[in-house]
């Protein structure tokens, strides 16, 4: 019960601050990775680019798609996007970092190539809940905050799978929100993640466990975080939402093709 109390009880009665408008935003990079992504990024790279954050009336944004050695035709949409989007960059990868499993290389790059500090994560198979997801999780920054927690939720299907891999992902966000509210920051997701780009390089990236596939967000944030750098931000447009795994074949969960 305590322990409840003690840690749960923060999130369960916390409430976003009011964001006051200060006049002009400060600009921020969105940095998604994409291998054989073409599908999703057709259906969902316009709701990412549409968000509401401009200044002067222009997109006061960038969003970086690092095309990691796509076998699709993933470069050729990005091309033509660019064409349509000025704030649309794609960086495009042609060899695999030996000795470096996973997406933390290409995001490397990705933010090595971002233009801003202020850097927002998000994965290609998500869509925003609203064209108001960038400006309220930039809006979480401060001079002090350099680590903004957000939650991803999944789509909701029918079956069990997806009932199971929905509760999963509440379990583990009530208690990494949580924690971070007590203080104790130690994972993020990299669907709904955002912190500094000097943050990234004074801690040398992934460098500490560049050999581990997985980590990119949890690791990293664990490595960072501290009780004074770290807000979460939860408000019900901030939720980008993924499709989950929809079916178990031979012991191995797969995304569904629809």
Not at 54 to 66: A, D, K, S, T
Not at 197 to 213: D, V
């Amino acid at each position: 019960m305590f322990y409840y109390l003690y840690f749960f009880a923060r999130l369960a009665f916390y409430k976003n601050k009011k964001q006051v408008d200060v006049g002009k935003p400060d600009p921020v990079s969105v940095i998604i990775c994409a291998f054989n992504e073409e599908a999703n990024l057709r259906k969902n790279l316009p709701l990412w680019l549409q968000q509401n954050y401009h200044y002067n009336e222009r997109p006061y944004f960038e969003i970086l798609v690092v095309n990691d050695n796509s076998e699709d035709n993933t470069f050729y949409f990005l091309n033509e996007m660019e064409k349509e989007y000025p704030h649309l960059h794609g960086v495009h990868l042609t060899q695999k970092a030996k000795l470096i499993p996973g997406k933390k290389f290409p995001l490397s790059m990705g933010i090595k190539s971002a233009r801003f500090e202020k850097i927002l994560l998000t994965d290609a198979d998500c869509a925003p809940a609203s064209t108001h997801w960038l400006s309220l999780m930039a809006a979480g920054f401060s001079a002090e905050k350099r680590i903004v927690l957000g939650y991803g939720p999944y789509m909701k299907h029918a079956g069990w799978l997806n009932r199971f891999i929905r509760f999963e992902t509440v379990h583990a966000a009530i208690q990494y929100l949580s924690f971070a509210l007590a203080k104790l920051p130690y994972m993020g997701v990299g669907r709904n993640l955002a912190y500094t780009k000097s943050l990234f390089m004074e801690n040398k990236g992934f460098s500490a466990h560049h050999h581990i596939t997985s980590g990119d967000d949890d690791l990293f944030i664990n490595q960072v975080a501290s009780s004074k750098n770290t807000v979460i931000q939860i408000e019900e447009e901030l939720l980008p939402t993924q499709n989950p795994k929809r079916l178990l074949r031979n012991g191995t969960i797969r995304k569904s093709d629809t």
